[in-house]
């Protein structure tokens, strides 16, 4: 927990067990933290509405352009501001690194 402390992560583990405990009943011994009931139902909703990574989330609608795909998404990212706000602040900045690392080819390298 220490370490998922210093990511900033504990409320989202708590998420995360608290859908584990709902959807497959794991057991209270195997969880790595106390599950967060208000955020486990959010996040149990977004998955069941978005699916693997958004891409079955009807709420997002695939445009034409990478742009305007790109404002879609922004979208969606400003949905869960109240929950998850260091996401949401840095997913621009990654979403513009990944764009010119994968159009520059720079995984070659």
Not at 42 to 55: R, S
Not at 56 to 79: C, P, V
Request: with cysteine.
């Amino acid at each position: 927990m220490h370490t998922l402390g210093r990511f900033g992560m504990k409320k989202f583990a708590g998420a995360v067990m608290c859908v584990l405990q709902t959807v497959f009943a794991m057991p209270d011994e195997y969880l790595i933290c106390q599950p967060n009931e208000k955020e486990g139902k959010f996040l149990l909703n977004e998955i069941m509405m978005a699916g693997n990574f958004g891409k079955y989330d009807e709420r997002i609608k695939h445009g034409d352009t990478q742009f305007s795909h790109a404002i879609e998404k922004t979208k969606h990212n400003l949905r869960v501001l109240t929950h998850y706000p260091e996401e949401v602040i840095c997913e621009p900045f990654f979403r513009v690194y990944h764009w010119i690392w994968r159009r520059f080819e720079l995984w070659r390298y």
